[in-house]
Each structure stands twice: as structure tokens, then as C-alpha cells.
């Protein structure tokens, strides 16, 4: 049996106002998870990532026809191991463990849009406030733009442009544990206790969300610069440095701007982190030869 799934991890901008009726979007990275299908094995002591394989194939077997199948499993690896820690790995594990199972159970490769429709099912059963494009980010690559109203309407607004080489060159991700990640209970104390404050905070989500699809759409790096300073600024205080932007993403990572590397190691050499190139994937799930 060699059947072999790749797909790219992807980051959310703007996430956090999705709970509230904002949008996002969601950038596929070139950090990568695959998946093998290979014959179940059962090992006491599993982690929580073969755990919630098994969950998946679980879920499909009940879903489907496959229940007379031997059982199958997915072998997981990453291009690099902090790829684990991003907040989207998740859902790229899921999508790569869902399409294997779709093959190997059924002998035919999924189409894209059931792989995603499948794994966005699953990710809503063990992650309560998951961003819907995670899913379709790993699925479909490139950009991806998202409402919450957007499950309703079954659609993956995937946008006609890519991150143009002038902004996609200037991006880091920096894993950093200067900061807790707290700005969604931030909106939730906000909302319970300055209700006017808070919309006002989730209308500049929007609007700064909408300004960085304008900057790439343009490939105006000054406009994207000013976008991003100002939506990272609405959580943590932004550098010193003009030049400089950082987005936080979640899970002690961020999403740092910046044009001129000696800046950005300097930024991360401060005590702020690990500094990682960025790269964007033009393409999402892929099968492997």
C-alpha cells in the first residue's frame, strides 16, 4: 500500500473575531505535515496525536460503508518539528489523516471539497473556537478569506491573489514566549464588561483585515506595514521600530514583518524567540508518488 498525503500548514490573521462575526484569512505556509497509510498497529501508551487518529478513523468507519475494512492508520511527519506547536497544525493533521483514510478504506482518492467538508466536521468536535478556514487553508493552499456566516452558506471563499514576493519576503515567524496568548479573553472580558469598547475593537479587526487584502491585492508593502501594525496593536503594544510589525497567532507564535534581516534577528535575539523564514504554499493537499 503507498499511499502518501501532503498538506501545508496555514496561520490565521485576524482569527480572533471570527466568535464575533468578523472575518479572517488564513495564509498556507510552506511548513508541511505528511501523512503514510500504513496497517494499524496497537501500542500501549499512545500520545494524543495517535489518539485522535484513531478517533478519525473511527468516525469515518461509522460514517461509512467501511466497517468490514482491516483497520488502518496514519503515520505523521513534519518538515520541521516547532511546525507542531503552530495553531494550524492541527487541522493539517487532520486533513492529511482524513484523506488517507478516505483512500484507504475506500480504494479511491477523495475529491478536495470532501476531504475539507469532512475534516471541518471533525476539527468542530475537539476544538470548540477553530477558525473554518484552518480546514480549507491545508485543503486548498493559498489565501483564504472567512466569515462565520460562511458554514451556512457551504462555500470556501478561496481569493484570486497570493501574498506578491515584496510582502511574502519580508515575513518571519518568531516562537516566542514573551507574552501569554490572551487576547481572546480579552474580547470575552470586554464584551461582558464594555460592550460599546469592544465592538468598536472587532469593527477595527474588520476594517484592518480588509486593508491587508487591499495592500496584497496592490502589492503595497507601506500599506501592509501600517495594516498589520495596527491589528497586532490592538492586543500587544507594537516595536519601537516603524519598520517592524508582529501579529500574534497564538500558541506562543508570531507573525513578524520586517524588511531587513539584522532588524529581525535583533528583534528575536532580545529575548522575544526562534526566528523562521516564511514561506507561502501555493497548493494545498497533494497526493505523494
Given at each position: 500500500m503507498n499511499i502518501q498525503y501532503s498538506a501545508p500548514v496555514g496561520i490565521s490573521i485576524g482569527g480572533l473575531g471570527v466568535t464575533y462575526g468578523k472575518p479572517c484569512i488564513t495564509i498556507a505556509t510552506g511548513l508541511t505535515v505528511k501523512g503514510k497509510v500504513v496497517n494499524f498497529v496497537d501500542r500501549p501508551?499512545?500520545?494524543?496525536?495517535?489518539?485522535?487518529?484513531?478517533?478519525i478513523s473511527a468516525y469515518l468507519i461509522r460514517l461509512t460503508r467501511f466497517k468490514n475494512k482491516k483497520k488502518l492508520t496514519v503515520a505523521i511527519t513534519v518538515d520541521n518539528p516547532e511546525a507542531k506547536s503552530l495553531p494550524g497544525y492541527l487541522a493539517a493533521m487532520v486533513v492529511v489523516a482524513v484523506a488517507g483514510f478516505l483512500h484507504g478504506y475506500g480504494e479511491n482518492e477523495a475529491t478536495?471539497?470532501?476531504?475539507?467538508?469532512?475534516?471541518?466536521?471533525?476539527?468542530?468536535?475537539c476544538k470548540k473556537e477553530m477558525v473554518g478556514s484552518e480546514t480549507s487553508?491545508?485543503?486548498?493552499?493559498?489565501?483564504?478569506?472567512?466569515?462565520?456566516?460562511?458554514?451556512?452558506?457551504k462555500t470556501v471563499s478561496q481569493l484570486n491573489v497570493r501574498l506578491p514576493q515584496a510582502i511574502a519576503g519580508a515575513l518571519w515567524l518568531v516562537r516566542t514566549q514573551r507574552h501569554p496568548d490572551c487576547s481572546s479573553q480579552t474580547i470575552r472580558h470586554g464584551m461582558m464588561h464594555n460592550l460599546q469598547k469592544t465592538r468598536l475593537v472587532l469593527d477595527n479587526i474588520e476594517r484592518q483585515i480588509k486593508r491587508i487584502i487591499i495592500s496584497m491585492t496592490k502589492e503595497d508593502t507601506i500599506f501592509f506595514l501600517k495594516a498589520m501594525r495596527n491589528l497586532g496593536g490592538i492586543y500587544?503594544?507594537?516595536p519601537l521600530n516603524k519598520n517592524l510589525?508582529?501579529?500574534?497567532?497564538?500558541n506562543g507564535?508570531?507573525?513578524?514583518?520586517?524588511?531587513?534581516?539584522?532588524?529581525?534577528?535583533?528583534?528575536?535575539?532580545?529575548?522575544?524567540?526562534?526566528?523562521?523564514?516564511?514561506?507561502?504554499?501555493?497548493?494545498?493537499?497533494q497526493r505523494q508518488a
Open positions: 501508551g499512545q500520545n494524543e496525536e495517535e489518539l485522535m487518529k484513531e478517533k478536495p471539497d470532501v476531504v475539507n467538508r469532512t475534516a471541518y466536521e471533525i476539527m468542530k468536535k487553508s491545508s485543503v486548498f493552499g493559498g489565501v483564504i478569506y472567512y466569515r462565520r456566516e460562511f458554514e451556512f452558506l500587544w503594544r507594537q510589525a508582529t501579529l500574534s497567532l497564538g507564535w508570531e507573525l513578524l514583518y520586517s524588511r531587513d534581516e539584522p532588524q529581525a534577528q535583533a528583534y528575536t535575539s532580545s529575548g522575544c524567540g526562534t526566528l523562521f523564514c516564511f514561506t507561502q504554499a501555493k497548493v494545498g493537499l
